[in-house]
C-alpha cells in the first residue's frame, strides 16, 4: 500500500501538467487549483484504502490527467450557469424566469463595464434619483401618475402595506389569500408589514356587502389578489374592479391590486384567457397596481408599484424604499424591455417570453420534425427519436390552467433509461432539462429554439456516448 501512495505524484508537477494541457487554466486563481488538484488525489488515497485501486501504474499522472482535468474544470464551474430548457415551462422560476431581450441584455453590460448615472442628474451634475430612470416609460405604457420600482412583487407588497395599512387592518376576500413560490403566503407578507389582515367572505364567494360590512376606523385600505397561480371554478363569485373601487373612494380607502405576474400585453390572441393588464386594472379604478417584471412582463427581477402620484410619493419617502431598491443592472434591463413596448409587435418580436407564448401550434410541430431530423441524423442507434402532441405552460404562476398546443421531439435511448438519460443531462455542460413522458425524455421546441439544438446535441450525443460527428 505505501508504494502506491508514493506513486501519486507531488501536487506541484500537477498544476503544470494541468496548464500545459489547458492553457486557459493559468487563469484560475491558483489557491484554488491546488485545492482541487489536492481534493482529487485525496479521493484515491480513499480508494487505496479501500482496495480499490492496486496497481501504481494506474496513479501516475500521464494516466489520472484526463480524470484530473475533468474534476478541475467542474470544480471550475460557476455555481449560476446556464442551461438548457426543454422542459416547454417558458417562465421556469427555477431556471431564473424570464430570458432577457437581447436589448436588455446589452444595456445590462453597457451599465456594468463602467460607471453611470444611476443616481446622477446630468442636468445640474448633482444628485439625481434612480427611480426615474424607468418612472415615466411605466407611466407612459400603463397610464399611471407615478410609479416605482424595487426588487420584488413581494416587497413591493411588502412596502405598500407598511406604508399605508401599517398598525391598522386591510381588508382582502378569503379567496384571494393565495400561496406564491417557495411556501410563500400573501397572509405571512402581510402580517411582517404591520397590518393586520381582515377575511371576508368565503373560499368560492365574496359579495361587495362582505367588504362593506368589514369597514370599521381601523380599515387602512382594500385590496384585491389576483389569482394568476389558480382557479377557482363552478359556484363562484367574485366583486368587480369598478365596483370595489366605487366602496373605497366612498369611505375615501385606496385600493391596492396585487397583480402578481401583471403584465402589457393582450394574450388572448395566443389562446389565452384575457387576464387583466396593468393599464386595465388602473383604468377600472384601482389606486395602487402591484407586478412583478420577470414574469409575463419579460424582464428582469423587480417589484412594480403603478398608480396615484400621492400614493407613490408617500412610498418612495418610507425608509424601507432604500432596503427594498433595485440596482443600475436591473433598472438598464427593465428599461430596455419597456422601451419594446412602446412598439407591440417588436416587443412580441424581441421579448423571449411574449415570443415562446405567442409561437403557434404549427410553426412548432416543423421546428419539432427539423430538430427530430438533426437528432436521428447524429444520434443514430443510440436512441428512437420520435414526434407526439403535446402541450406547453406558461409558467411563472401565470395562466394555470392552460395549455400552449405543441410537438414534443421523444427520445428513447437504446442504453439506458429516460430516468438515467435525464440523471446524465443535468450533470452535462450545459445541462439540458427536459420532460420524463412514457419512458422517454422528451424536448419541447417552445423553449429549446434553434439556437441552442448544437449545444443540445453535443451533451446528448455525450449522455449517449454516441461518437462525435460533424
Not at 395562466?399 to 443531462?425: G, N, Y
Request: hydrophobic share 45%; net charge positive; glycine share 8%.
Amino acid at each position: 500500500m505505501s508504494n502506491l501512495f508514493r506513486a501519486i505524484p507531488a501536487v506541484d508537477l500537477c498544476l503544470e501538467a494541468l496548464t500545459a494541457a489547458d492553457p486557459g487554466l493559468a487563469q484560475a486563481p491558483r489557491a484554488l487549483l491546488r485545492e482541487l488538484t489536492a481534493a482529487f488525489w485525496e479521493q484515491r488515497r480513499q480508494d487505496i484504502r479501500a482496495g480499490r485501486c492496486q496497481e501504481s501504474a494506474a496513479l501516475g499522472l500521464d494516466a489520472q490527467l484526463p480524470a484530473l482535468l475533468a474534476h478541475v474544470r467542474s470544480g471550475l464551474r460557476p455555481c449560476l450557469r446556464p442551461v438548457l430548457n426543454a422542459t416547454g415551462v417558458v417562465i421556469h422560476t427555477n431556471m431564473g424566469r424570464s430570458v432577457l431581450a437581447r436589448e436588455a441584455r446589452a444595456a445590462v453590460a453597457l451599465a456594468a463595464q463602467g460607471y453611470c448615472n444611476l443616481e446622477l442628474d446630468l442636468r445640474s451634475g448633482g444628485r439625481g434619483s434612480r427611480y426615474d430612470l424607468v418612472e415615466g416609460l411605466i407611466c407612459r405604457l400603463s397610464g399611471a401618475e407615478a410609479a416605482l420600482v424595487v426588487n420584488n412583487n413581494a416587497a413591493a407588497v411588502l412596502l405598500v402595506l407598511d406604508t399605508f395599512c401599517k398598525g391598522g387592518e386591510v381588508i382582502v376576500s378569503r379567496g384571494e389569500l393565495v400561496e406564491i413560490g417557495g411556501s410563500f403566503r400573501i397572509p405571512d407578507i402581510m402580517e411582517k408589514s404591520g397590518a393586520h389582515l381582515r377575511e371576508v367572505g368565503a373560499t368560492n364567494r365574496t359579495h361587495l356587502r362582505d367588504y362593506a360590512a368589514a369597514i370599521t376606523e381601523n380599515t387602512r385600505a382594500l385590496m384585491r389578489v389576483h389569482t394568476s397561480n389558480y382557479r377557482i371554478v363552478g359556484f363562484h363569485s367574485a366583486v368587480s374592479l369598478p365596483e370595489l373601487a366605487a366602496l373605497a373612494r366612498e369611505h375615501r380607502l385606496p385600493l391596492i391590486e396585487d397583480l402578481g405576474s401583471g403584465s402589457f400585453t393582450d394574450f388572448s390572441s395566443c389562446g389565452l384567457p384575457n387576464e387583466p393588464t396593468v393599464p386595465f386594472v388602473l383604468a377600472q379604478g384601482a389606486d395602487l397596481a402591484t407586478f412583478s417584471g420577470d414574469k409575463a412582463l419579460g424582464g428582469p427581477q423587480a417589484g412594480i408599484i403603478a398608480g396615484r402620484k400621492v400614493l407613490v410619493d408617500a412610498l418612495k419617502a418610507n425608509p424601507l424604499t432604500r432596503a427594498l431598491r433595485c440596482d443600475k443592472l436591473c433598472l438598464a434591463a427593465l428599461e430596455a424591455t419597456l422601451r419594446l413596448y412602446l412598439d407591440p409587435e417588436k416587443a412580441r418580436e424581441r421579448i423571449p417570453t411574449l415570443r415562446r407564448i405567442a409561437r403557434p401550434a404549427r410553426e412548432l410541430a416543423r421546428e419539432a420534425s427539423a430538430l427530430a431530423a438533426r437528432l436521428r441524423k447524429h444520434l443514430g442507434p443510440a436512441c428512437r427519436v420520435s414526434l407526439r402532441p403535446d402541450v406547453s405552460r406558461v409558467g411563472g404562476g401565470a395562466f394555470p390552467q392552460c395549455d400552449l398546443p405543441t410537438t414534443l421531439v421523444c427520445l428513447k435511448p437504446a442504453a439506458m433509461s429516460a430516468t438515467a438519460l435525464k440523471a446524465a443531462l443535468l450533470d452535462a455542460d450545459p445541462p439540458l432539462l427536459g420532460r420524463l413522458e412514457e419512458e422517454n425524455f422528451c424536448l419541447d421546441p417552445r423553449t429549446l429554439e434553434r439556437p441552442d439544438w448544437n449545444a443540445a446535441l453535443r451533451v446528448l450525443q455525450r449522455a449517449l456516448c454516441a461518437p462525435s460527428q460533424s
